[in-house]
């Protein structure tokens, strides 16, 4: 039962809800997740189970990461994706694809991103939404990050649709939100899923399913 594998997370569902299930399904109860992909994102997560898997499991997700992500056009959202209050932005000029590709081009390469401010991002040991959702006002540093490519994937206004590699640390609601300002569109994440973390994919991640079952026949759920 202690390896290193990946779970295709459905949407709805937090990381730390998968590794619960996980430890139920197991038994054990050292497991971790690394990369954490926000409620409304699905896709490769990648779990620990067993105490010397979790302290291996940084090395196995520090690599490259694959995204197929959908930008909402025209719409800004107060956490970057679909959870946020919408404000709709007037938007003069509909931007040409040839706008795009020259827009997505300034954010390929070593960068720097803020992060959002609803965020796991930690400001004295606490996350950063939490102090947002108890009325505090914070302001996040940007930090270097690399995004090794970005390819358009689907483009119909208001959607756009992209498929992005990215290193460690890399939020793509950020990113979502940079562009629609870059095009002076505003922009949200409407949708993401994530299909790769360093050599862990979609084909070969485990069905949550498979847990719930499990549980569910050893009287757990």
Do not use: C, W
Not at 116 to 127: E, L
Not at 157 to 177: C, D, F, H, N, Q
Request: no cysteine; net charge positive; glycine share 10%.
């Amino acid at each position: 039962m202690e390896n290193i594998f990946a779970v295709n997370k459905p949407i709805g569902m937090t990381s730390h809800d998968v590794v619960a299930l996980v430890r139920r399904a197991t038994g054990i109860k050292r497991v971790g997740h690394g990369g954490t992909l926000d409620p409304q994102a699905t896709g490769v997560l990648v779990i620990a189970v067993g105490r010397e898997n979790t302290k291996l499991l940084e090395s196995y997700v520090k690599g490259e990461k694959e995204y197929v992500a959908t930008v909402f056009l025209g719409v800004n959202s107060t956490t970057y994706d679909e959870e946020g209050e919408k404000q709709n932005v007037i938007v003069n000029n509909i931007p040409q694809l040839s706008k795009i590709e020259e827009t997505i081009k300034l954010f390929v390469g070593n960068i720097d991103q803020i992060p959002p401010i609803y965020s796991s991002v930690k400001i004295h040991g606490k996350p950063a939404h939490r102090r947002v959702r108890s009325g505090e006002q914070i302001t996040l540093n940007s930090r270097a990050v690399i995004i090794h490519s970005i390819i358009i994937d689907h483009y119909s206004y208001p959607i756009l649709k992209l498929k992005v590699a990215t290193g460690p640390g890399v939020y793509i609601r950020s990113l979502a939100y940079d562009i629609g300002k870059e095009l002076g569109t505003g922009g949200y994440l409407k949708e993401l899923i994530r299909t790769r973390v360093n050599n862990f994919t979609l084909e070969n991640a485990k069905d949550i399913n498979d847990f719930r079952e499990r549980n569910k026949e050893a009287g757990k759920i």
